[in-house]
């Protein structure tokens, strides 16, 4: 069952991204990551890629995202074609933590996080007339951005053992999931892709992580989260581990794949 959800009316706020699959598949080289993944989901989704572990859940994220380039079928992302739209769709869309892709550092503060993610927002996603505004100008806008993401994403710093000197390290996994949510909010990318959205958390923790995600589809952000068990009411597509062709959306292989395929994702895709 499907959940479109439209964007506020800030001015800020991004147009989700409607995400599509037809006969989606990626192959490495000890055989099927996914398969015959096909789904049709409206802008403003929570879509749930719900599996087992070594379905090829992350790879199918990395792929939606335009990281991993699949091998067979196509997918679009805000009418951008798959594999072929890869640099386009990186454009617009945003990585909460991966494995090997995108990793939070637990040597670096909270506050060290976020300010780097702002300045490397500032120097690379502004048009020209941006760049030449006045730096007070760029940096009250760069605040306002990063409030805004940690408002999304329901972190609140002040909660935080030491506020924002608190060390990645020293986080709870829920706190984990809301800062990296942050980072890639503060891109305002219309796809959010999360990965591992239930992993190690409670019950409790697990509902919340789940309406942090339903807030940010709520702000008109597409939202794509791996998970083992995926709520109600969200868009599911399903990945599971049998052997051979089927007509269902398929895993065939196994956890070091998908692994190994995350983990040099950006290496398949130049780099990105």
């Not at 989704?45 to 994220?61: K, M, Q, Y």
Request: glycine share 10%; net charge negative; hydrophobic share 40%.
């Amino acid at each position: 069952m499907g959940r479109h959800a439209e964007a506020h009316t800030a001015t800020a706020a991004p147009h989700g991204a409607a995400v599509s699959a037809d006969g989606f598949g990626l192959k490495g080289p000890r055989g099927w990551v996914f398969r015959n993944v096909a789904f049709d989901a409206p802008p403003g989704s929570l879509i749930a890629v719900e599996g087992p572990s070594g379905s090829g859940r992350t790879c199918l994220l990395l792929a939606l995202t335009g990281r991993m380039r699949g091998t067979e079928g196509h997918a679009e992302v805000a009418g951008h074609r798959l594999p072929k739209g890869l640099s386009a769709v990186r454009r617009i869309s945003g990585l909460g933590p991966v494995d090997g892709v995108a990793e939070l550092d637990p040597a670096l503060t909270v506050a060290e996080h976020l300010r780097e993610r702002a300045l490397l927002q500032r120097r690379f996603d502004g048009s020209l007339r941006a760049l030449l505004r006045p730096r007070r100008e760029r940096a009250a806008e760069s605040r306002a951005r990063t409030e805004q993401a940690l408002a999304t994403a329901g972190l609140d710093l002040d909660t935080l053992s030491k506020g924002p000197r608190t060390y990645v390290r020293d986080l709870e996994r829920l706190e984990a999931l809301r800062l990296g949510t942050a980072l890639a909010l503060i891109g305002r990318p219309r796809l959010l892709a999360v990965d591992d959205a239930d992993h190690k958390l409670s019950a409790e923790d697990r509902t919340a992580a789940w309406h942090t995600l339903r807030a940010v589809a709520d702000a008109g952000t597409t939202v794509v989260a791996v998970c083992t068990e995926a709520p109600e009411d969200a868009f599911t597509v399903r990945l599971g581990g049998v052997e051979g062709d089927s007509e269902e959306t398929t895993s065939t292989d196994d956890t070091t794949e998908t692994k190994e395929g995350a983990a040099h994702a950006y290496a398949e895709t130049g780099r990105a």
